[in-house]
Structure formats: structure tokens, C-alpha cells
């Protein structure tokens, strides 16, 4: 069974700069997660979607942040323009249910 | 609100030998689940073990268990016959099992290093 699958693994972008990232979940996990994880920490959540529909978005940055999961299957978190403190790498998540959470290998976005 | 507390900023451990990483909690929450993560270096983070709040026994993976001391808010990961691949960062992370509070709160992590 293929795990979460990220694209890209890397991305190096200027300041003000957009960038998107890109997540397919496990098949059949209706539960989607987009983690933020700084240098040094562990990850914490900016956004879950179940199925098509944002549930929890409380921690997302909406003035430059946004996502989308059209079709309740792959994902797409974009950041519009970036800043210097984004830089970190960006999680995707998927579960079934309650059942446990399995990530994705990341983004590790670096911005200059 | 939860939190979770790991003390241990890097651990050593000798191959074949066991460790404990430790792990504290604190929530409101009557019904939780705890988990442990294992992050590597190429930073995917793996799934290893987890633990309900009502569970009674504690439970166990392979070479991996857990410690779990509900009155002391504890829930340890117990590495037995420690392996070089065991070498990575690992989190310890709860979430509510009530509600629609999924997220998953995570701690800052211990880094193992396993030496021959």
C-alpha cells in the first residue's frame, strides 16, 4: 500500500515569492492534515480537512495562507507571497477515522 | 488544552541495550490517546506505537512499549535491544479522543543516537 506521497521534497524560494505544495493521502483516508514544523520542534497543525471540508483551520495564517482538498482525496497548501519565517517543513498527514495519523516525507521550504 | 513535555533533549544507547525516552502530559481531556512518532533524517515521521487513556494493559510493538502511568501523567517509549537504524528523532504526542479535536499535540522531541 503507498504511504502519503509529498511533492516537492525541497523547494527554495525569494521572499514575496508564491509557493504551492502538494499532498495525496493513503486510499481511502478520509482525514487530511497539514502540519507546520519548525527547526527543533515538533509539528503543529494549521489545517484538517474531512473529507472536502476544512474542519479545523484555526491555526492557518489566512492572510497569506490557503488550502484546498477539491475533491476530498489530494490536497493542495499554498502560501501567497512568502516571508522569511516560513521557512520549515510542511507535513501532510492522512487518517482513517480515529485511527493513527501517518505522514508524508515533508517539504522542506527554505526561503531567502 | 494539552501539552506534552519531553525532558530529554538527546539520549545515547548502546546496540543490543534498552532505553527509556520519557514523556509527559497534561490535559483536561477524560479520554485521550497517546502516540510516539520516530523521525528520521530524511524526515518522514513513522508511526510506532499507541496508547488509549481506558487502555488497562500497556501496550507493545515489536521491540518497542509503552510505559504508560496514568496517575503520574507519564507515558514512556521503552526501546528494547536497541538497533544503529533506531538512530532518529522521536516524538511523543496526544490527541482528545472526544469530540471533533483530532490534531494531534506533539512534544519537541529526544534524539537517540544508538553507538556500536
Given amino acids: ?112 | 488544552a494539552q501539552k506534552i513535555t519531553q525532558t530529554q533533549p538527546g539520549m545515547f544507547v548502546q546496540e543490543k541495550e534498552a532505553v527509556t525516552l520519557d514523556c509527559t502530559y497534561d490535559t483536561s481531556d477524560q479520554s485521550y490517546g497517546l502516540f510516539w512518532y520516530k523521525q528520521p533524517s530524511s524526515g518522514e515521521m513513522i508511526f510506532l506505537i499507541y496508547q488509549g487513556s481506558y487502555d488497562e494493559q500497556n501496550a507493545t510493538e515489536g521491540r518497542y512499549s509503552l510505559n504508560f502511568q496514568k496517575a503520574r501523567k507519564s507515558a514512556n517509549l521503552v526501546i528494547s535491544a536497541s538497533q544503529l537504524g533506531d538512530s532518529a528523532m522521536y516524538f511523543c504526542a496526544m490527541r482528545a479522543l472526544t469530540g471533533t479535536a483530532s490534531k494531534l499535540t506533539f512534544g519537541t522531541g529526544t534524539r537517540l543516537q544508538v553507538t556500536l
Avoid at chain 1, 486510499?27 to 502540519?35: D, R
Fill in chain 1, 1 to 112: 500500500e503507498a504511504g502519503v506521497v509529498q511533492s516537492p521534497r525541497y523547494k527554495i524560494i525569494e521572499k514575496k515569492q508564491p509557493v504551492a505544495f502538494w499532498c495525496n493521502p493513503i486510499s481511502g483516508h478520509n482525514t487530511l492534515y497539514w502540519y507546520l514544523q519548525n527547526l527543533g520542534q515538533g509539528p503543529e497543525l494549521l489545517i484538517r480537512y474531512e473529507n472536502e471540508e476544512a474542519v479545523d483551520d484555526s491555526q492557518l495564517p489566512k492572510d497569506r495562507f490557503s488550502a484546498e482538498r477539491l475533491k476530498g482525496v489530494d490536497s493542495t497548501l499554498k502560501i501567497q507571497p512568502a516571508e522569511l519565517g516560513d521557512s520549515a517543513v510542511y507535513l501532510c498527514a492522512s487518517s482513517l477515522g480515529g485511527q493513527p495519523q501517518y505522514f508524508g516525507p515533508g517539504t522542506r521550504l527554505t526561503v531567502l
